[in-house]
């Protein structure tokens, strides 16, 4: 589920001959923060993200990978907003926009999300699909690979 594109940020940086060290030190995080999202080991948060965009000068969704179906939290990210201030734009607890952008539960004004969001509603509800798919996949995997286990590996 990658969404910043470290590969992409080392390019511009280095394309702009700008060190690791400096990066970190005009975004106002660490190295190694740096260096980890460079190569994906981690996905920084959006202010970290917004703050590295701003240092080489592009905009956020320079950062980001743009190849497959944006869900809630991507587009989330792609505003440059947490999930408590995503919450606080709809009016409901950061617990809440994780459990719907993670597509484990529902809504009921879907309109006022998508408007949150800046979406349409189709557009919001496209991307809340693509989160509810995502989990179903996932658990199913899981599924198949805990009966792989439980069976020794054969499917007898």
């Known amino acids: ?9 080392r390019a511009l940086r280095l394309q702009a001959r700008i060190s690791t060290e400096d990066l ?3 975004a106002g995080v660490s190295p190694n923060t740096v260096r980890s999202a460079e190569k994906g080991t981690h ?13 080489l000068g ?6 980001l990978h743009r190849e497959r179906t944006l869900t809630l939290r991507d587009t989330r990210w792609r505003l440059g907003l947490t999930q408590a201030q ?5 009016g409901v607890v950061r617990q809440q926009v994780s459990q719907v952008q993670r ?4 809504v009921r004004s879907a309109a006022a999300w998508a408007a949150a969001y800046g979406l349409t509603l189709a557009q919001w509800t496209g991307a809340h699909q693509t989160a509810r798919d995502l989990v179903r996949r996932k658990v199913a995997a899981q599924t198949h690979r ?3 286990r439980l069976t020794g590996g054969s499917n007898a």
């Open 43 to 55: 996905q920084p948060r959006p202010r970290v993200a917004n703050a590295i965009a701003r240092t």
């Open 86 to 90: 995503m919450g606080a734009r709809i």
């Open 1 to 9: 589920m990658a969404l910043y594109d470290g590969a992409r940020a």
């Open 24 to 26: 970190a030190t005009a």
């Open 58 to 63: 592009v905009p956020v969704s320079e950062l």
């Open 103 to 106: 597509g484990v539960a529902g």
């Open 146 to 148: 805990r009966g792989k």
